[in-house]
Every structure is written in structure tokens, then in C-alpha cells.
């Protein structure tokens, strides 16, 4: 039997841009061991399986070539755009059954796919030399942000690491194996270095995401992160006179992968009270799997 999987751009700018995942569609009839296989083949970080669901509109597992996992961000906006560039969903809010729970998902008269993220938690700030350590770098390109490298989570916890220019953020190298020692002395994820210096006029911060602890040196397009970012922002008054509902990010250009992210967020006497992050996929090909 032969199944199709879709090829998709996660948040890419271009088909050359962004996360790549893969998508099946109709895939009530497989087995996990078979999901497992097809994501095996793809071998993309995450393969998306839509089936149907009597709990919600449609049920959706993710599987990466070793094991399924709870929810993936690119791998969701990949599945959603798919079903509306098929025309098997219109605009509007739908519910997914994931393997843990029920979230909803809204699709944008646009395209743009927004999916809910949780509250931020701000922790611990890290004290400056141990960044410098890691990337070997001054500390006046921290410094002169007057930002404070801080953990922050909507629902992984990451280190984020203002800089004063795109020129030092494009520079930066990580010794990686320091930066998994922070990492997991810190119980954090990865570093989301970021500056507010962009390459697009409507963008707001222009970043690089290192997670080498679970073998990302780095990524292209992270939407957690994102989210995230958006929140630290917020409290470090950096939005001030910016519409928070429509706030977009850069990643994933000093890799050749140029990526955006849509980020809103929802306020209320300066208290966040919602976070969204948004994205649109790229259908770039298909490929046919025989199981």
C-alpha cells in the first residue's frame, strides 16, 4: 500500500525558508509502528498523521523518526495549512484532539494558522559571564541593549539573550558544549539570542535559537521561543506604542533559511492575558511511502 505525504515549509519566508515537516491526511487506518515507519522515511524532525475524531473536528499525532511526541508547533501550522490550501477547511476556530488533550486552532481569512500558547513565567536572570563563557564574546554587545538575559517560558523554558546589532547576533558562535552544561544546570531548553535591529521594517526583533541539548545547534523558525520573546518584551516596555496583536519575528537567516513568525498577544491593564503564535506552510512536494 502506497501513502502520500505531503512536504511542507513551516513559517518559511520561501520553500527554503522556515521548518520542514510532513503531513498524511485520511490516516485513521495506520498503526503507530506504521506512523513511526513514514516518519522514519520523511525523516523530517516531525511528521504530522490527520485523522478523524469524535472529540473534535480532527485528531492529530506527531510522530518524529523515533518516537511520537505530545504537540509540535511547525508541524501543526504545516497540517492546518494543508487542510486550507485543500479546501477542506475554511477560515474560522476548530478544535484538535492531540494525544494528551483538546486545543483550539484558528484559521485567519488569510491563511495564517494561530495556535494558543500558555502564559509566560518569567525566572531567573543569568548573570552575564556565564553568556560571555559560552559565546566568547564582549560584554558591552549585551550590555548596550539595556536588557538583562533572562529565562522565560510559555511553555519551554528558554534563555533569551538581547544583543545590540544583527552584525554581533550574526556573528555569535557557541562553544555548544558549554552551552548544554547552562542549559542543563538551568533546566532551560536552549538560548534565543535576538536584536531589535531587523532586516524586514515590520518586524520587531531579527533571532537565533540554539538547542544542542536535544541536538538542534540551531533552528530556522521556533515559535515557542517566539511567543516568549514577545512576553520578556512586554515586561521590558519595549513595545510601548506597538500593536501587540500583531507583532512579527525574523529567524533563521544566517542559515539560508529566512523564516517569520506572527506573534499576538492579548493585554489588559498591562498584564498579558493571552499568547498566540501564528505561521503559514509552504506546499513544496509529495512523496509516496510504500508500507
Same mark, same amino acid.
Given at each position: ?89 475554511? =477560515?474560522?476556530?476548530? +478544535?484538535?484532539? #492531540? $494525544? &494528551?488533550? %483538546? ?5 485567519? !481569512?488569510?491563511? *495564517? ?26 560584554? =558591552?554587545?549585551?550590555? +548596550?541593549?539595556? #536588557? $538583562? &538575559?533572562? %529565562? ?5 523554558? !528558554?534563555?533569551? *539573550? ?33 536584536? #531589535? ?95
Amino acid at each position: 500500500m502506497k501513502i502520500k505525504v505531503y512536504l511542507l515549509s513551516a513559517f518559511g519566508v520561501s520553500k527554503d525558508g522556515g521548518n520542514l515537516a510532513g503531513v498524511v491526511l485520511n490516516a485513521d487506518f495506520l498503526t503507530d509502528n506504521q506512523k513511526k515507519s513514514i516518519s522514519r522515511t520523511v525523516n523530517y524532525s516531525e511528521t504530522a498523521f490527520v485523522s478523524s475524531s469524535n472529540k473534535a473536528d480532527y485528531k492529530v499525532a506527531f510522530f518524529t523518526p523515533k518516537d511520537e511526541v505530545n504537540l509540535c508547533g511547525h508541524a501543526t501550522i504545516a497540517a492546518y495549512s494543508l487542510l486550507h490550501q485543500k479546501h477542506l477547511l475554511k =477560515s474560522g476556530v476548530y +478544535k484538535q484532539e #492531540l $494525544k &494528551s488533550e %483538546i486545543l483550539p486552532i484558528e484559521i485567519a !481569512d488569510d491563511g *495564517l494558522i494561530l495556535m494558543d500558547q500558555a502564559l509566560p513565567i518569567f525566572s531567573e536572570e543569568i548573570l552575564i559571564k556565564k553568556i560571555t563563557n559560552i559565546f566568547n564574546i564582549p560584554e =558591552s554587545i549585551i550590555l +548596550k541593549t539595556k #536588557l $538583562k &538575559s533572562q %529565562i522565560v517560558s510559555t511553555g519551554l523554558r !528558554d534563555i533569551f *539573550l538581547p544583543i545590540i546589532n544583527r552584525e554581533a547576533l550574526f556573528n555569535l558562535k557557541p562553544d555548544l558544549n558549554k552551552m548544554r552544561a547552562l542549559n542543563k544546570e538551568t533546566h532551560t531548553v536552549g538560548f534565543h539570542a535576538f536584536t #531589535l535591529n531587523t532586516i524586514n521594517i515590520n518586524s520587531l526583533a531579527h533571532c537565533r535559537n540554539f538547542a544542542p541539548l536535544y541536538g538542534i545547534n540551531e533552528e530556522a523558525a521556533t515559535g515557542s521561543s517566539s511567543g516568549a520573546l514577545a512576553c520578556y518584551l512586554f515586561r521590558n516596555k519595549t513595545l510601548k506604542n506597538i500593536n501587540v496583536n500583531k507583532l512579527m519575528f525574523e529567524q533563521g537567516y544566517s542559515m539560508g533559511k529566512p523564516s517569520k513568525i506572527h506573534v499576538l498577544l492579548e493585554e489588559k491593564n498591562e498584564a498579558i492575558k493571552r499568547v498566540r503564535i501564528g505561521g503559514k506552510a509552504i506546499l513544496f512536494g509529495e512523496k509516496e511511502i510504500e508500507i
